[in-house]
């Protein structure tokens, strides 16, 4: 039985990889970003998530090593907090309270107990960087409100800050300004470029900024593609700055590397680029990334790069420029025109990928699993081309088939349209193109729905279009002399008084097809495609259209333009009821009978989850998000939960996604941050397979398998039993507390001896004298009998073996059963 707690709207996953620079361990076995509100761990080697640290309370700004600890991670996000992690084990291990929004966090070898960070006063668009004094605390949390100011007008990206010269000053840069402060001096220079209009000067805004990690020199990126090498900064008179020219764009990041004997830089060429010895000649490259560079990391051992792309990517490159590891986030388009949708194969999530393909994304695992080329053409990345788009995409007979829609319109007359209709191969686990239809209609396709009946024989697709047809579109028998074959081809087209098509849906069991036209529905029989019906509230053009399912498959929902929605019950051709709401997503639970309904108003966006047979919403949740919600979908679960809140039922079977318009993937959840936490002890326990060594007997788990063996009953209750280590604070500190994270060994190993030793009521069979009278034996044995006899009794129900055990020994019988009490047999078991 689930807790009934508040629902809460939670990301997911799904967040960006690339918001800020990635970071090396020290020993280059993993690398860290930021995922939204969490940290991922990933291995360079393996490219999977090793852990994901959770705790703070809203989106993860920055991330740091610790320079007294290399397996411990700084952390600031916008909750005003800085947390210190072990991340080897994802544990937590400290929270600083800063109390206000923490904007980026850099640290520094030389810096004594306090890290740097960037921070937002009075005005939105002015940020400081201070310094902040970590007090030494023994407990959890600890406030660190002593700040102490740095610089002023700064960028609040940390791609705009840089200590240079192990730590000897630090470098910021906005618009054409750049600050240099000296931290032994202090004192700070500023250097100005030019800002005048014309063509020559237009572009020299500061993108980014690098220091040079051993020499007194500054390199900056530049909106018009040119990388800046400052030196003698020190004075802003005898300054001087050396240009290296390559980006035909602006530069979108540099970074040294550990040595300081090259440059990396990166734009939007999707290239990384190599400056060896800053020289303009001396430049070795690494084309085709797929993406535009956003973020360059290096390792602390210099061995290996990481860049971060647009497409939500990270890339593990090796010192000599092989790309070596690839890890695949959420890929967030420009539009999601396809929606979202789940593959009924493998339960992914399907929408709108790279340029011209569909992403399949696990939402169990928060990774991507393919993706799938549609459009089949090289994708040219240059602004103001008119690019192919992929904008309808739609699953049908159980993942069989899928259909997509592909177009381009360069002037308003000249529309290229495609359909392309995909067969799933069992031989190659993928999508192969079946056919491809040149220009299914004569203008827009505004959506495509497949006949998903159980009892469908033949499997159909129709098609709506703003041509004011709706095509039907059935599988047949395509085979020639060569080769057996199928192909679709149109079986029937519809249209109403030349009206639009804006929104197609078949009923449960496929015997009906709703089709609205603009503010009308109609229903047509499958079958004969016979008009039956049709229904006009004269509300709005209808946005949104789906069946009823289960015990409300009598119903057809429609929600308008003009924020109405409708029921319509499909038995008596009537108007059941409306109510008037702004529905901008609404979605059927393929499992059971509720339906979600997403609106939009001035405080944010509202969901409501209903069954058509009544118009009373079984759950309301208020500003669900700030933003307009796009899309969303139910995603059926594989193992129910089990709700017992009329409220929360309709998340027993389903589990409901929502896309915002930044693309943020957000669902509901019960579990309170904390309880989202893995437990120490679940991520530290002893692996159930370790050997039968004597460490393995004091865990004692062979303990509880021997609890329930009758057999073995009578001998263990005079053996010395030592206590479970499950239930001793001390033994379980000592091992599940990280090494690095202990207190001192002659703190803990008073507490340790004492655990292990027995206590007085215990008594050992040594104890027992030799020389005892035949007379306290036999009283003794037949002490024994009667207990083990009440104790078979009892257990009748779970054991046949009572009859076994109870029996009649005889003196000596009983004087080698003495002998044999006094060894410890339990080694057997674990043969």
């Known amino acids: 039985m689930v807790e009934e707690e508040s629902l809460r709207v939670v ?26 509100d969490f940290i991922k761990v990933y291995s360079t080697a393996t490219e999977e998530c090793v852990h994901i640290l959770q705790g703070h309370r809203n989106m993860v700004t920055g991330i740091q090593l610790n320079p007294k600890n290399h397996l411990q991670l700084y952390s600031c996000s916008f909750d005003g907090m800085i947390k210190l992690w072990d991340y080897t084990d994802g544990i937590l291990i400290k929270t600083f309270i800063v109390g206000c929004k923490l904007h980026a966090l850099f640290t520094l070898d030389c810096a004594e107990d306090s890290v740097f960070v960037t921070i937002n006063k009075e005005k939105p668009d002015v940020f400081q960087l201070v310094s902040v004094k970590l007090p030494k605390s023994s407990s959890q949390e600890v ?59 237009a572009k020299n805004n500061f993108t980014c900024v690098a220091c040079h990690p051993k020499e007194d020199c500054i390199a900056t990126g530049h909106r018009d593609g040119k990388i800046r090498l400052w030196r003698n900064f020190d004075d802003e008179k005898k300054y001087t700055y050396t240009c290296l020219h390559w980006h035909h764009d602006l530069v979108m990041d540099l ?32 084309p085709r990334l797929g993406a535009t560079i956003e973020h360059i990391s290096v390792s602390p051992a210099g061995d290996l790069f990481c860049t971060s792309h647009s497409d939500n990517k990270m890339i593990i490159i090796h010192r000599n420029l092989e790309a070596s590891a690839v890890i695949q986030g959420l890929v967030k388009d420009r539009n999601i025109f396809t929606g979202l949708m789940i593959d009924p194969r493998t339960k992914a999530l399907v929408l709108n990928g790279k340029p011209g393909h569909l992403q399949f994304y696990s939402l169990q695992s928060d990774k991507q699993l393919y993706n799938l080329d549609i459009i089949q053409q090289e994708y040219i990345n240059d602004y103001g081309l008119i690019q192919i788009e992929l904008t309808k995409a739609a699953f049908g007979c159980y993942g069989n088939w899928l259909a997509t829609v592909e177009q381009r319109q360069e002037k308003e007359t000249e529309l290229e349209l495609q359909m392309k209709l995909w067969t799933y191969n069992k031989k190659t686990q993928g999508f192969v193109l079946n056919t491809k239809v040149n220009m299914p209609h004569e203008d827009h396709i505004t959506a495509l729905c497949f006949c998903n009946a159980e009892k469908s024989e033949n499997p159909t697709l129709v098609t709506t279009s703003k041509d004011g047809h709706f095509k039907v579109w059935i599988l047949t028998d395509d085979s020639d002399i060569y080769k057996k074959a199928v192909g679709w081809t149109c079986d029937f087209v519809g249209s109403y008084h030349k009206y639009q098509a804006t929104n197609c849906c078949f009923s449960e069991d496929g015997s009906l097809l709703a089709v609205s036209f603009e503010e009308i529905v109609t229903i047509w029989d499958s079958d004969t495609w016979e008009l039956k019906c049709t229904f006009c509230q004269r509300a709005g053009k209808i946005r949104h259209l789906c069946f009823g399912r289960l015990t409300c498959s009598k119903y057809l929902l429609g929600a308008t333009e003009n924020g109405i929605l409708c029921c319509w019950n499909l038995l008596s051709c009537a108007l059941e009821w409306s109510a008037k709401l702004n529905v901008r997503v609404m979605e059927p639970d393929p499992n059971s009978e509720n339906i979600a309904a997403i609106s939009q108003s001035s405080m944010g966006s509202d969901l409501f989850v209903f069954r058509p047979s009544e118009p009373r919403p079984l759950y309301i949740q208020k500003n669900i998000s700030r933003e307009e919600v796009q899309w969303g979908v139910f995603v059926p679960r594989d193992v129910p939960e089990s709700f017992t809140s009329e409220a929360y039922q309709w998340l027993n079977r389903s589990q409901f996604y929502f896309l915002t318009k930044s693309q943020s993937l957000l669902t509901f959840s019960t579990q309170s941050p904390e309880e989202k936490l893995t437990p120490t002890s679940k991520q530290l326990l002893a692996e159930e397979t370790l050997p039968t060594t004597p460490f393995y007997f004091i865990l004692g788990k062979h303990r509880q398998e021997q609890q329930d063996d009758k057999l073995n009953e009578a001998l263990e209750n005079e053996l010395v039993q030592l206590p479970l280590t499950e239930n001793i604070p001390a033994i379980s500190e000592l091992l599940h ?38 007379e306290e034996e036999k009283e003794s044995v037949d002490s024994d009998e009667e207990n083990n006899f009440t104790e078979e009794v009892q257990d009748t129900n779970n054991t046949d073996l009572g009859k076994d055990i109870i029996h009649q020994l005889s003196k000596s019988e009983e004087k080698e059963l003495r002998k044999f009490r006094k060894v410890d047999y339990s080694w057997i078991t674990a043969l």
């Not at 000897?168 to 220079?189: G, N, P, Q, W």
């Not at 030793?757 to 009278?773: C, G, Q, R, Y």
Request: aromatic residues 12%; proline residues 3%; positive net charge.
């Open 11 to 36: 990301r997911c996953g799904g967040s960006e990889l690339n918001f800020r620079r990635a970071v090396f361990s020290a020993d280059s076995k993993y690398v860290f970003c930021v995922s939204g």
């Open 255 to 286: 970074a040294f590397s550990v040595t300081g004997s090259s440059l990396l830089s990166g734009g939007r060429e999707s290239v990384l680029v190599e400056w060896r010895e800053a020289a303009e000649k001396n430049k070795e490259f690494l």
């Open 737 to 774: 507390t990280p090494a690095h994270v202990l207190p001192s060994a002659s703190f803990l190993c008073s507490m340790f001896v004492n655990s292990l030793l027995l206590s007085k009521e215990t008594k050992s069979a040594e104890e027992i004298p030799d020389d005892v009278s035949m």
């Open 143 to 201: 406030e660190a409100k002593e700040l102490s100011f740095v610089l002023d007008y700064i960028n609040q990206s940390p791609k705009c800050i840089a200590f240079g010269n192990e730590g000897e000053y630090v470098a910021a840069v906005r618009d054409f300004y750049l600050s240099v402060y000296f931290f032994k001096k202090k004192t700070t220079s500023r250097f100005t470029l030019s800002s005048s209009r014309n063509k020559k000067h």
